[in-house]
């Protein structure tokens, strides 16, 4: 399907640094693509509402990680999907009483709309599970003619099994997994299953719900199926990233490796995966299905400006579990003022070790925090000591416009 438009990124003088970043499969921080070409897959929105303040924190860790790939003089190759059709989206349109379609059209539009409004890069691929199902049959064929995949009443699943290292994404155990599979969609207790953390790949057509004709019978795909597929055909294995937020640790991502390591017979199927952290509000984690949302469109509806939003996001490290409060906008909106007026200013100090800075605190496992303190620092000495260069405020506004998305 369609991305969204990208904007202009500044060039920078020099390059940046190599990348390092946190596994979570390995709990180390370390360099993320070696190569020149380097590929990163993002889990997308399921489009039943709109883009609260949690996802755009997630999608904003994943720019910061294409801009400093960027920066570094990497080929960024950059997938993501939208799950535009799954339960919570048919459930909804049954609450509603509105079209599945209509509903995943308009939400997806209107997250285009915010991460357009957000400046984030946009995926080189923008793909949707329905005109992905050729992709996830096909890939469901070859684990069928291999022996890994298996009927119960007309859906097939996948037995996690057939993965000698199942488990190693998440390192969690066998009671952890049962508990996080039942709350996350999966179904641990239907009978006929060989073991209960197999997970559907394809359901067979169900009253009242869409489905397709297939090799396969009519029906849809499984959610984890549906980025795997995606993944091994517009990126092909190992990525360098796997990314989403930390509720997908498992079971997503998990068996997404599963069954790319069954399927091509390649270990690791992602070198990195690399979650952030959940936004919450009022102590609860911000959920479509909990109702505790602050939209991103609703922000800017109320005159927000974007780059505020940004700037509120990124003063958290992405890895932090963290609370949404107003104060965290307040605060963005006094940083972007005291930013706008020393760049404003005809000259300041040089700016050449605050771009270093910038680049050294960002390689660093995505030290935005630590990024927008360095600025702060320079625009306080602008404030209070002024400086003589005056190519310095051209280079701060590159520096943040490339570095960390904020138009100054
Ligand atoms: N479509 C699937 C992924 S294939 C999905 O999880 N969709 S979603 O709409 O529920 O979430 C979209 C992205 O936002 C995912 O990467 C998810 O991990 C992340 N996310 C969801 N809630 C939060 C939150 N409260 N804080 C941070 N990230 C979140
Ligand atoms: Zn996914």
């Not at 599970?129 to 890939?139: D, K, N, R, S, T």
């Not at 298996?150 to 099994?161: K, N, Q, S």
């Not at 104060?327 to 909106?333: E, H, I, K, P």
């Amino acid at each position: 399907m369609e991305s969204w438009r990208a904007v202009d990124v500044p060039s920078l003088p020099g390059a940046g640094q190599p990348l390092r970043l946190h596994d979570t499969a390995t709990g180390e921080v370390r360099p993320v693509a070696a190569g020149r070409d380097a590929r990163m897959y993002v889990c997308g929105i399921t489009p039943y509402d709109a883009t609260h303040l949690g996802h755009a924190a997630t999608y904003l860790t994943f720019d910061l990680v294409n801009r400093v790939w960027r920066d570094a003089g990497h080929r960024v190759h950059y997938v993501q999907n939208v799950t535009d059709v799954d339960d919570p989206l048919l459930e909804r349109a049954v609450a509603t009483g509105q079209d599945w379609r209509e509903i995943a059209a308009r939400e997806t539009e209107l997250f285009r709309a915010d991460m357009t409004a957000l400046r984030v890069l946009p995926p080189e691929h923008y793909v949707g599970a329905v005109e992905a199902i050729p992709l996830v049959v096909e890939l469901i064929e070859r684990l069928k003619a291999a022996g890994n995949a298996y009927e119960v009443a007309g859906d097939l699943y996948f037995p996690v099994h057939a993965d000698p290292r199942f488990g190693a994404v998440s390192g969690l155990d066998r009671d952890q997994m049962l508990a996080l599979f039942a709350e996350r969609g999966g179904d641990p207790d239907r009978p006929g299953k060989k073991d209960p953390l197999d997970c559907l790949l394809w359901q067979t057509a169900r009253p009242d719900e869409p489905a397709w004709d297939s090799s396969l019978g009519h029906g849809r795909p499984g959610w984890h199926i549906e980025c795997t597929a995606i993944a091994l055909h517009h990126l092909g294995g190992p990525l360098d990233v796997q990314g989403g937020g930390r509720d997908l640790v498992f079971p997503h991502h998990e068996m997404g490796a599963a069954q790319a390591h069954v399927v091509t017979g390649e270990w690791p199927y992602a070198r990195h995966y690399v979650h952030a952290g959940l936004v919450g509000l009022d102590g609860e984690k911000m959920s479509k299905s909990r109702g505790n949302l602050v939209f991103v469109s609703r922000l800017r509806e109320q005159g927000e400006e974007p780059g505020a939003v940004r700037l509120a996001l990124l003063a958290h490290h992405y890895r932090a579990d963290w609370e949404w409060t107003g104060a965290d906008l307040d605060t963005a909106r006094r940083r972007l003022a005291a930013w706008r007026s020393a760049v404003a200013a005809p000259a300041g100090p040089d700016a050449g070790p605050l771009l270093a800075a910038v680049r050294e605190r960002l390689a660093d496992d995505l030290d935005a925090p630590g990024a927008l303190r360095a600025v702060d620092r320079w625009a306080e000495e602008v404030r209070l000591r002024g400086g003589r260069d005056d190519r310095a405020p051209a280079l701060v506004r590159a520096t943040v416009d490339a570095l960390l998305g904020v138009p100054l």
